[in-house]
């Protein structure tokens, strides 16, 4: 039998009624705490950026920071739409509030996982090493501001950061309680409440994030989805502090990996491709972080983490010969449960030392982790009239234990150069249990990569920085353990080298990086005589430059502008399986979902209690298939190839503070209508059409 968990069996159908009774229920207490106006804690997170400017300019890589300042001008519907202002970043929108995760840096597909995403400096993707990265995107809604790091330096982080590190982080608690909400097009409403308190002695604080989103959608791809954070933490005398946070995260959305037959695209049709289809997910951690003041000169910070999270997705089976005939999807009775249920169970120690090394100033980090991740694999056969039950047809449990060890120093050579050698070694073994056969396979690998990279400051306004390194993303167990055969599928490695400067000139900041990134393979699918399995594909090439600029004029007005270009992200070399099967993929064919070019650019204006933001938005063309096929057209499995056009989006938002305590607000996506593809897979995905919100802010 099935072992789907209804979306809506921890929170009601309707659950903004519930946020707002626990945030009038909290109004009463937090004046009591708020009254002695004690300094309010910052309970303990990991940074991978720094929190200053200074901390910032000291990693030896490419750095971006989107504030929280940034995030409430722009508005965003989705992390990712927040990632848009971040030179390199390019991402494949397959709905508007990017339920899945579709995000590519540098060359890398969007399609794929070779960037890791933390929260908090803790992984959120459900398995780094044993199942697919872009079941979960942390909700914008509990988001603070977001770290984005590239180069040697992100190797600390663990696998997969051959794009860098994404690190989402989290609102703090603030003394209060402040309320929102907001209508949008396509009956979209969203309410949310952040409540906090502090202690009478200063040394403990509390805080919520709960927030209700539920929507029509875009092409009535409906939604109803609910985010809970709750933060808690406390000074330990006086060089210790402790923080937990516990998440709670459901989402019920009717997406499904089919879009429209072109005929219906050009057409202009907005109908649900796959009405009855269904994405279910929901996601529950519990982090425990503990920093500590050693000394002067020695810090540790220990993070303690848990998640679970499901993943059940109803899709009904398609009449393919009918559907080609009929220019849409026509489906039979039957569907499948393809359902995974993911659990991490995790420890992560880092140490810092500023020290003198052979008569040379530096600080050393050192870090040590152990993870273990299992997920639960189940096909389940079902009916129309028994949608969500049926008969399971794969039963299997993959799972995977890593290890990992981490050391680098700054050595600062002067007052303007330093250097940063680092290494990384990360063993991990992977498993698959089939409950069915039963029987079982496992496989194991360790990579050593090393890094090293360096800061120049040219002069006051003007810092170089430039490294090399190795990066690697595991071969996942679904890759590594096709059936239960070993494919013996070593890691994807590629050698990454960047060189950049950036800088900050009185209103002028700037940062711009050239980078190479040269793999040993990358995994991909290739038919066999006998079967069709994931094999080591081969060399890939990638290389291009980025920036970004920002210009703060003295009228209210203000330009950020930031371009991705990347005239090369091709195959190149020979590719086989191991059987020697050729796989024939022309040297030169551009990797999938890359565009050669990316640009944003935004124009802010603040005048008095009012801020603006318009902005414009640029991806290039795209190609989805490894032959890099121009025409649109569906192969006989029923998946689209072609090459995706260039387009253009603008934005419009705006803020205005009326009150001290309200502040109203309201954008509008698309802001020319344009209608375009977003990407292909079994049908065309189309770009969101043109949409409003408007809401308001209330702070008590």
């Known amino acids: 039998m099935s072992t789907a968990i209804s979306a809506n069996s921890i929170f009601p159908a309707r659950r903004a009624p519930l946020a707002v009774a626990v945030a009038l229920a909290f109004t009463a207490m937090v004046p009591a705490w708020a009254e002695e106006e004690s300094e309010t804690i910052r309970l303990p997170q990991i940074h991978v950026t720094g929190e200053t400017e200074q901390e910032a300019s000291r990693q030896p890589g490419a750095v971006s920071q989107v504030t929280r300042e940034e995030l409430e001008k722009v508005q965003p519907r989705s992390t990712e ?106 009956e ?12 009478p002695s200063g040394e403990g604080v509390f805080g919520a994030v709960l927030s209700t989103a539920r929507s029509d959608g875009f092409m009535d791809k409906r939604y109803d989805m609910s985010d809970a954070m709750i933060k808690a933490g406390s000074a330990v005398g006086d060089d210790q502090w402790v923080g937990v946070k516990f998440t709670h995260y459901e989402n019920d959305a009717n997406i499904s990996y089919r879009g429209l037959f072109l005929d219906d695209y050009k057409a202009g049709a907005t109908y649900n491709p796959a009405p009855d289809d269904w994405f279910l997910t929901g996601r529950t951690s519990f982090d425990i972080n503990h920093a500590w003041d050693v000394s002067a000169t020695v810090t540790v910070n220990t993070v303690l983490y848990w998640s679970e999270m499901y993943r059940d997705y109803w899709r009904y089976a398609t009449d393919n010969p009918a559907s080609v005939s009929a220019g849409r999807w026509v489906y039979t009775n039957n569907l499948n449960g393809n359902n995974r249920a993911f659990e991490r169970k995790g420890a992560e120690t880092r140490v810092t030392v500023m020290n003198e090394i052979f008569g040379v100033a530096g600080e050393a980090e050192l870090g040590l982790r152990f993870m273990t991740e299992s997920m639960q694999d189940q096909t389940i056969g079902a009916t129309r009239t028994t949608p969500r039950t049926g008969t399971i047809n794969r039963d299997r449990i993959d799972s995977a234990d890593s290890y990992a060890v981490f050391a680098q120093n700054r050595f600062d050579m002067s007052g303007r150069l330093s250097v940063t050698p680092g290494v990384r070694v990360e063993y991990y073994e992977q498993s698959r249990e089939d409950l069915q056969v039963p029987d079982s396979v496992s496989t194991s690998n360790t990579e050593v990569i090393p890094g090293i990279g360096a800061t120049f400051q040219l002069n006051p306004s003007v810092q170089l920085f430039g490294g090399i390194y ?130 944003n650019v935004g124009v802010g204006y603040t005048a008095g209690n009012l801020k603006t933001l ?19 057209q569906e192969n006989t499995s029923g998946f689209f190839t072609g090459q995706v056009d260039a387009y253009a989006t603008a934005d419009l938002s705006a803020r205005y503070q009326a009150t001290a305590d309200l502040e109203v607000f309201g954008s509008v996506k698309n802001l020319t209508d344009e209608r375009y593809i977003a990407s292909l897979r079994q049908g065309i995905y189309v770009g969101a059409e043109r949409s409003f919100e408007a809401g308001f802010r209330y702070r008590f």
């Open 81 to 186: 739409e927040a990632l848009r202002s971040v030179p390199g970043v390019y991402i494949k929108p397959e709905e508007e509030t990017a339920v899945v995760a579709n995000i590519g840096i540098r060359g890398l597909s969007s399609a794929d996982y070779k960037t890791l995403i933390l929260e908090d400096g803790v992984p959120v993707a459900p398995g780094l090493f044993v199942g697919n990265g872009r079941y979960y995107n942390p909700r914008i809604q509990r988001i603070d501001n977001i770290e984005v790091l590239k180069g040697a330096s992100s190797l600390r982080y663990g696998p997969s950061t051959i794009g860098g590190v994404i690190n989402y982080r989290t609102k703090q608690p603030e003394d209060g309680v402040l309320l929102e909400s907001s209508v949008g097009s396509w």
């Open 188 to 199: 979209t409403y969203k309410s949310m409440v952040e409540l906090g308190g502090t202690a």
């Open 470 to 599: 190795k990066a690697f993303a595991p071969a996942l167990n679904g890759d590594a353990l096709d059936g239960l055969q070993d494919q013996e599928l070593e890691a994807e490695r590629s050698v990454n080298v960047e060189i950049g400067l950036r800088g900050r000139d009185g209103a002028w900041a700037y940062e711009m990086a050239a980078f190479h990134m040269d793999f040993d393979n990358q995994i991909i699918p290739a038919n066999s005589a006998s079967a069709f399995q994931n094999t080591n594909g081969g060399k890939t090439l990638h290389q291009g430059v980025e920036g970004g600029v920002s210009y703060q004029f003295t009228n209210g007005f203000s330009v950020e502008a930031n371009a991705t270009w990347v005239p090369v992200a091709e195959f190149a070399g020979t590719r086989f399986e191991p059987d020697g099967v050729t796989v024939d993929i022309p040297d030169g064919n551009r990797v999938t979902y890359t565009p050669e070019l990316v640009a």
């Open 614 to 632: 318009l902005s414009a938005n640029y991806t290039g063309e795209q190609y989805t298939d490894t032959d890099n096929t121009k025409a649109i």
